[in-house]
Structures are given as C-alpha cells and as structure tokens.
C-alpha cells in the first residue's frame, strides 16, 4: 500500500518493563492505543541490559523476583500520525526518553497486498 512508503517518523519511547498504568505493563498499553488509533505499526524491544537517566544499571538478575529491563517502542507512521498519538498517550507516561526521527520507507511487502501497487 501507498500509505507505508515515502518519508515517515520514527517514533522510539524508552521504558522499562517495570512501567506500569492503570496496573497493566505501559508497554502493553501503549500497544493497545497503537492499534486503536490504527497506526502503520510498532515493534517492541526488550534489551538485555542498559543505563538509564540516573545512571543506574539495569540488566537481567537471576535471583531477583522483578526484573527491571529496558524496552523500546517503536513506532513507524506519518508525521502527523506520530505527533497526535503521542499527545494521545502522553499522560499515560511517567517516565520515558522518547524520541522522534525521519526515515524513508522504501518497500513495503505484505502478502495480503500481493495483488496492489506500491
């Protein structure tokens, strides 16, 4: 589909998997807006370890019951998509580094798009 290509933004907000609201992984709710506001699409990243904004290291810990990883979201539409979606959702953030790029999307392929031009 034509939608997906061209010049789009990139949208990446920085968590953690300990972020929560209304009792619910933020992660998970910010999914759930992603595809109600039928944005072109978002990924979720779990890393491994990092370093957030008090220099705290966060990094997974066999022994502890809560694991305080980093995630990122990201986000991928037009720009005016991405800038009313984050004022959707910006009071469900606490806490987060979000950030926002330009990218160009070259080719989109989908096979339940086969049959359409691009």
């Not at 709710?29 to 109600?36: A, D, N, R, S």
């Not at 809560?66 to 959707?88: C, G």
């Amino acid at each position: 589909m034509k939608r997906y290509l061209g010049k789009k933004k990139v949208l990446r907000i920085y968590i953690d998997t300990t972020d929560k609201y209304e009792n619910t992984p933020l992660w998970e709710k910010i999914l759930e807006e992603v595809k109600k506001e039928k944005l072109a699409g978002a990924t979720l990243f779990k890393a491994e370890a990092g370093i957030g904004a008090f220099s705290e290291l966060h990094t997974f810990k066999v022994w502890a019951l809560a694991q305080k990883l980093p995630l990122v979201i990201e986000i991928i539409d037009d720009d005016e998509r991405i800038e009313s979606f984050l004022n959707h959702i910006d009071s469900m953030i606490e806490n987060a580094l979000i950030t926002l790029t330009e990218t160009e999307v070259i080719r989109y392929k989908h096979k339940n798009f086969a049959d359409k031009e691009y």
